[in-house]
């Protein structure tokens, strides 16, 4: 299993960001995925998950509104859309599979929003 995040970056506060996270090794259209993030200091939390046919969506209640997780499976590619970006939104986001059990985790990227 692998599963590459990527589209981090810097951005001012109000900006927009898409992240993108590749998969591999395992049945991408059958399986649930999941965008979490940890910021300095903290735990790592659950930003939002997605249904294998992208149907059923849920997010943190902080990211309602402003983020959006989307599936293309025929690329394997789970975004995360993030709008109206806060400071409060810095930290390494990941992308994480539970595939027969066990999680996976992609390597992370860096966001970064200040001005």
């Known amino acids: 299993v692998q599963l590459v995040e990527s589209g981090g970056g810097l951005v001012q506060p109000g900006g927009s960001l898409r992240l993108s996270c590749v998969a591999s090794?395992?049945?991408?259209?059958?399986?649930?995925m999941r965008w979490h993030r940890q910021a300095p200091g903290k735990e790592r939390e659950l930003v939002a998950y997605i249904s294998s046919a992208g149907g059923i969506t849920n997010y943190a209640e902080s990211m309602k509104g402003r983020f959006t997780i989307s599936r293309d499976n025929a690329k394997n590619t789970v975004y995360l859309q993030m709008n109206s970006l806060r400071p409060e939104d810095t930290a390494v986001y990941y992308c994480?599979?539970?595939?027969?059990?066990?999680?996976?985790w992609g390597q992370g990227t860096q966001v970064t929003v200040s001005s």
């Open positions: 994480n599979a539970r595939v027969w059990g066990n999680d996976y």
């Open positions: 090794g395992f049945t991408f259209s059958s399986s649930y």
